[in-house]
């Protein structure tokens, strides 16, 4: 079965930096491109960013370009989202997700919240 | 980009009712997704490829639709069916996205 659990969210001031996790398990994690979801509080979900099996091709929202990094350790099964300059409108519940034909959410989603 | 619109943004409905939901894109897809999600929950896989039943996925929800405009059908209306409804364009792994939902609930 599909398991994915996300964590490292915190809270953290405009401008700083967070580096969320998602530990895979349940398939053959270097065989899927994967994604990182958010969804504001009280709104709609978002696609934030997209990486290859391999890691060497990656797709970002506008919004986050040049201030998000997605990242993976195939070995580890593992996913990353390095999260710089942080805005107040980054604050969401982030989700990791198993692309392909078939999309797949499976953990609980980690706050980030981004005030001072 | 493409661009994803859903409508109705609400649908308030009893239990028995068909509710059906529609999703439009602003150039022409193939894959196509609905999700349920719950407060608190992360989204649930219903329909992928526009029309095809996620296994375990009750038959009382079916997917239409090609091209441009699709649907989401939830039939005999279960108390379980209460939620808010994405759908989510995934035609290329350089760009996906959501529809900005439809929230089903008690009339």
């Known amino acids: 079965e599909v398991q994915l659990v996300e964590s490292g969210g915190a809270l953290v001031q405009p401008g700083g930096s967070l580096r969320l996790s998602c530990a895979a398990s349940?398939?053959?994690?270097?065989?899927?491109?994967m994604s990182w979801v958010r969804q504001p509080p009280g709104k709609g979900l978002e696609w934030v960013a997209n990486i290859k099996t391999d890691g060497n091709e990656k797709h970002y929202v506008d919004s986050v370009k040049g201030r998000f990094t997605i990242s993976r350790d195939n070995a580890q099964n593992s996913l990353y989202l390095q999260m710089d300059t942080l805005r107040a409108e980054d604050t969401a519940v982030y989700f990791c997700a198993r692309a392909g034909d078939r999309n797949y959410f499976r953990g609980q989603g980690t706050l980030v919240t981004v005030s001072s | 980009d493409i661009q994803m619109t859903q409508s109705p943004s609400t649908v308030s409905a009893s239990v028995g009712d068909r509710v059906i939901i529609t999703c439009r894109a602003s150039?022409?897809?193939?894959?196509l997704a609905w999700y349920q999600q719950k407060p608190g929950k992360a989204p649930k896989l219903l329909i992928y490829?526009?029309?095809s039943l996620e296994g375990g996925v009750s038959s009382r929800f079916s997917g239409s639709g090609s091209g441009t405009e699709f649907t989401l059908t939830i039939n005999s209306l279960q108390p379980d069916d209460f939620a808010t409804y994405y759908c989510?364009?995934?035609?290329?792994?350089?760009?996906?996205?959501f529809g900005p939902g439809t929230k089903v609930d008690m009339k």
């Open positions: 490829k526009a029309s």
């Open positions: 349940g398939f053959t994690f270097s065989s899927y491109w």
């Open positions: 150039q022409s897809i193939t894959w």
């Open positions: 989510q364009q995934y035609n290329t792994y350089s760009l996906f996205t």
